[in-house]
């Protein structure tokens, strides 16, 4: 079974500052996809950014990029010029490709990490 | 194109009756996924329904609990008789059929308390 894994509960950044959040997973498929998602208090699930495990180069939107290592099944998350707007849980999420004829096509997701921004 | 929309987006209940949570999934969209937010906890996948279909349930807990996205209408979560541990934020989210990675687009969620 996949499991993902958000060891910072809370993280902590000055506005306009860079903050890393990061998130490991546990599979054994090749082809996957990787996402952030933000979650501010309105409780909406945004997505932030998303990354197709057969792609080397990192993502990148806007302010936001991350740093996927697939072979230590790591994918941090940076967030550059942090704003007041950016406070918020943040949830890394995994889903096995269609094309690798996975099962359930539902995300699995960690347990997320609280971001708070000090102005 | 209006979002996902669910209601209600709060219920409460009483221990022992039922609740009903409804999902109206993006237009076009004809995949729909049932996740459980417990608190301080990310979201937990219960089921994948295409429509007059269920796809999925491997996260549906064994009793009390069911799903429908019938041909017509809204998706439906149905919780029989509920405890107090079925307190939590129920989120739906609809994908479109086909392309390669097939987003997610969340709704709102229903926050479910029970007495």
């Known amino acids: 079974a996949q499991t993902v894994t958000q060891s910072q509960p809370e993280m902590s950044v000055q506005e306009a500052e860079t903050v890393t959040l990061s998130c490991t997973y546990d599979t054994s498929e090749s082809d996957y996809y990787l996402f952030w998602y933000k979650q501010p208090p309105s409780r909406q699930m945004i997505l932030v950014i998303r990354q197709e495990a057969y792609k080397q180069q990192n993502a990148t939107e806007n302010r936001f990029s991350v740093n996927f290592q697939k072979a230590a099944k790591s994918f941090s998350l940076k967030i550059s010029d942090s704003q007041l707007g950016d406070a918020a849980m943040y949830f890394c999420a995994y889903r096995v490709s269609l094309l690798s004829g996975g099962g359930a096509d539902g995300l699995t997701f960690g347990k997320g990490t609280h971001l708070i921004i000090q102005p | 194109n209006a979002g996902v929309m669910q209601n209600p987006r709060h219920l409460v209940r009483r221990r022992g009756q039922e609740a009903r949570l409804r999902c109206s999934p993006m237009?076009?969209?004809?995949?729909v996924y049932w996740y459980r937010q417990l608190p301080e906890e990310g979201l937990k996948f219960m089921v994948y329904l295409q429509k007059e279909n269920i796809i999925d349930e491997s996260g549906m807990p064994k009793e009390r609990f069911s799903a429908e996205f019938p041909k017509e209408g809204p998706s439906i979560l149905r919780i029989q008789q509920v405890v107090r541990g079925d307190s939590a934020a129920y989120f739906c989210a609809s994908s479109p059929l086909g392309g390669t990675y097939n987003e997610q687009f969340f709704g709102p969620g229903t926050r479910l308390t029970v007495l």
């Open positions: 237009k076009g969209h004809s995949h």
